[in-house]
């Protein structure tokens, strides 16, 4: 079978010079998605560039920091940041507001993510995945995000967040790398980068994004480029 893999940038609209690698690496690389972030500072930038790029397909990149900080669990800290109910109420309406602004700027909607994986949360995904299956769109599930052995919740992912995707009857591809593994055993996968032309990690995404050798080792393989909507 043949495999098939989302190459996707988030962070569109953050800044302008993310912005312009982001579409430079989809028109001359293998980037084939991207997420939007309505609060960054070029956003009505990326909104007018989007129209000229139409195969570039857009998520919404959902930004919940001014509620809470999510961090990867082993770099950051060991204890989930506890939602009260008042919050919950303000994390809907801000991925309401998100979400408004994205569809008013004239971005179609492929998928859901967030910034920092905060839809991560045990008591956030509900909310994305119910928004998710109201709207008809897979969202992003970081496999193996709270696997982390300094992490206190070791089983949250089997015994929590795969059950609610489950109950939502919620499509996402279950493969997810920070690399391009294109030797790894899965059907449907996402590789998560992030490009941009001023600090040198972007920089280096962008570049692998750009790599002759990596279109070639794509082609021999038979991977095939998708973005999330081909997954539905």
């Known amino acids: 079978?043949?495999?098939?893999l989302i190459v996707n940038a988030d962070d569109f609209g953050k800044s302008v010079d993310i912005t312009r690698a982001i579409i430079f690496a989809h028109r001359y690389?293998?980037?084939s998605s991207t997420t939007v972030m309505t609060r960054g500072i070029a956003f009505e930038f990326?909104?007018?560039l989007i129209k000229e790029t139409p195969n570039l397909k857009t998520g919404l990149h959902i930004d919940l920091d001014s509620i809470f900080l999510m961090r990867e669990p082993n770099r950051f800290y060991k204890k989930l940041i506890k939602i009260t109910h008042p919050m919950k109420i303000k994390i809907k309406d801000e991925i309401n507001k998100q979400l408004d602004?994205?569809?008013k700027a004239g971005f179609v909607l492929t998928h859901l993510d967030s910034h920092h994986?905060?839809?991560m949360h045990p008591e956030v995904l509900p909310i994305v995945a119910s928004k998710a299956k109201e709207l008809g769109v897979l969202i992003r599930f970081y496999n193996g995000y709270y696997d982390s052995s300094k992490f206190f919740y070791k089983n949250l992912e089997k015994e929590v967040l795969i059950p609610i995707l489950k109950h939502f009857d919620l499509k996402c591809p279950y493969f997810f790398i920070d690399n391009f593994d294109l030797d790894s055993n899965y059907e449907a996968g996402e590789v998560m980068i992030h490009p941009g032309f001023l600090e040198r990690w972007r920089a280096w995404d962008f570049v692998k994004c750009l790599n002759p050798e990596l279109k070639k080792n794509?082609?021999?393989?038979n991977i095939e480029i998708v973005s999330f909507s081909d997954l539905k």
């Open 46 to 48: 990326a909104s007018k």
């Open 29 to 31: 690389g293998v980037l």
């Open 117 to 119: 994986h905060s839809h």
């Open 1 to 4: 079978m043949k495999k098939k």
């Open 101 to 103: 602004e994205f569809l």
């Open 218 to 221: 794509i082609e021999e393989k």
